[in-house]
């Protein structure tokens, strides 16, 4: 397995403003993805990070308030656009290999709340 | 469309009792079922897989896990719970026809108590 690290672990943001979120992985990957849980609560994934285009989007995510960054094998962003307190929640970050049955592993997460 | 059920949102064990945490999968195809763990406060943890093969598959911590094809279920069990298996548990689907996807379940949280 490989080792996801995630920053920031923890932000505090005012509304209106955006937050960028690092995920570097330890070894290539092929898929990247991006997830967004409420504490307690299952994963939502946002996208799929797309190394070298853009990414794929699940319903209810746009573009415009989740810009994600894959510019290779490793590194990933995902930024939160224009923030408003119900963007609070946990992000997580994590990588696949592309045999199917590769399972995925996740970094720590980043703890966003927006005031 | 594939999806895994985690019917309950709680288990409470005393500790030393085994454990089952349930799932149930719907997947057209050879399903990969995955389950993975939460501390607080922390990323998931993979524990264990099932791609083909042997019906009991063992995996980290102890934890073991049932496929059963003619029930459409990926049970997690230890036959001797820790205070410190008390988390999150997830289980998990591969989309067979499509790697890109995985779902996942509601989650069930396991508190094993003294």
Known sequence: ?115 | AQSVAQPEDQVNVAEGNPLTVKCTYSVSGNPYLFWYVQYPNRGLQFLLKYITGDNLVKGSYGFEAEFNKSQTSFHLKKPSALVSDSALYFCAVRDPYNFNKFYFGSGTKLNVKP
Do not use: H
């Open chain 1, 1 to 115: 397995s490989a080792v996801i690290s995630q920053k920031p672990s923890r932000d505090i943001c005012q509304r209106g403003t955006s937050l960028t979120i690092q995920c570097q992985v330890d070894s290539q990957v092929t898929m990247m993805f991006w997830y967004r849980q409420q504490p307690g609560q299952s994963l939502t994934l946002i996208a799929t990070a797309n190394q070298g285009s853009e990414a794929t989007y699940e319903s209810g995510f746009v573009i415009d308030k989740f810009p994600i960054s894959r510019p290779n094998l490793t590194f990933s962003t995902l930024t939160v656009s224009n923030m408003s307190p119900e963007d609070s929640s946990i992000y997580l970050c994590s990588g696949c290999r592309d045999r199917e049955f590769d399972e995925q592993f996740f970094g720590p997460g980043t703890r966003l709340t927006v005031l």
